[in-house]
């Protein structure tokens, strides 16, 4: 089992940079797939990034593409998302969560999440 805390978020201007992070409690960080999610109001959450155990591979939803990356630091127990160039439709809350499936962007395959962390992009 693996609990997550989310950090970073903030009120920002459209074209800024935000990095949010997520530590992971537990000895087993390093054996799972971390994902990040966002959910904006009256909207069903989405999978927004996503990289498995090693840090090798990584996948983005086409939304944030070349916009948002993704990282890990298996020593430190964290995951990262960099989210540059912010848009108003990034306002979200965003969740980051752990799985056993490599590559997955579906909600469900995800055991653990986080609290979530608003992250508020004004025009």
């Known amino acids: 089992q693996v609990q997550l805390v989310e950090s970073g978020g903030g009120l920002v201007q459209a074209g800024d940079t935000l990095t949010l992070s997520c530590v992971g409690s537990?000895?087993?960080?390093?054996?799972?797939?971390m994902g990040w999610f966002r959910q904006a109001p009256g909207k069903e959450r989405e999978f927004v990034a996503a990289?498995?155990?090693?840090?090798?591979?990584?996948y983005y939803a086409d939304s944030v593409k070349g916009r948002l990356t993704i990282s890990r630091d298996n020593a430190k127990s964290t995951v990262s998302l960099q989210m540059n160039s912010l848009k108003p439709e990034d306002t979200a809350v965003y969740y980051c969560?752990?799985?056993?499936?490599?590559?997955?962007?579906?909600?469900?395959?995800?055991?653990?999440w986080g609290q979530g962390i608003q992250v508020t992009v004004s025009s």
């Open positions: 537990g000895r087993a960080f390093s054996t799972y797939v």
């Open positions: 969560a752990a799985a056993v499936r490599d590559g997955s962007r579906r909600i469900y395959d995800y055991m653990y």
């Open positions: 990289i498995n155990w090693s840090g090798v591979t990584t």
